[in-house]
């Protein structure tokens, strides 16, 4: 095995190990559209970030949003609509995740 892939290897395994998982309150929360959410009560702004950009951008990504579902299930969400300009970039210093927090009326 060459060095390159041995590295490459050993790059996909740290990375992988950096991704946190999704918390059980967390997987309960569902990622509607701003159509959607018209019809749901406003629960909060909710944001999160993750150091994990460049070739791990989408780990990064998905760390923070991750924390973000799981702050709006902490805070009696049940969806989420996500900022449109939260998503995967290369060149940035954080991935950053944005998004309203809303719930069922009563």
Not at 10 to 35: F, K, M, N, P, Y
Not at 69 to 91: H, R, T
Request: neutral net charge; aromatic residues 6%; contains cysteine.
């Amino acid at each position: 095995m060459s060095i390159g892939r041995l590295t490459l290897i050993s790059l996909v395994l740290l990375l992988s190990a950096c991704a946190t998982t999704l918390t059980e309150r967390a997987s309960h929360i569902q990622i509607i559209t701003s159509d959607e959410a018209k019809q749901y009560q406003f629960v909060a702004q909710v944001s999160a970030s993750s150091s994990l950009t460049g070739v791990a951008r989408h780990t990064g990504y998905q760390n923070a949003l991750n924390n973000v579902l799981d702050q709006a299930a902490a805070k009696g969400a049940q969806f989420i609509v996500l900022d449109p300009n939260s998503e995967p970039s290369y060149w940035t210093t954080s991935e950053v995740v944005r998004a309203t927090a809303y719930k069922r009326t009563q």
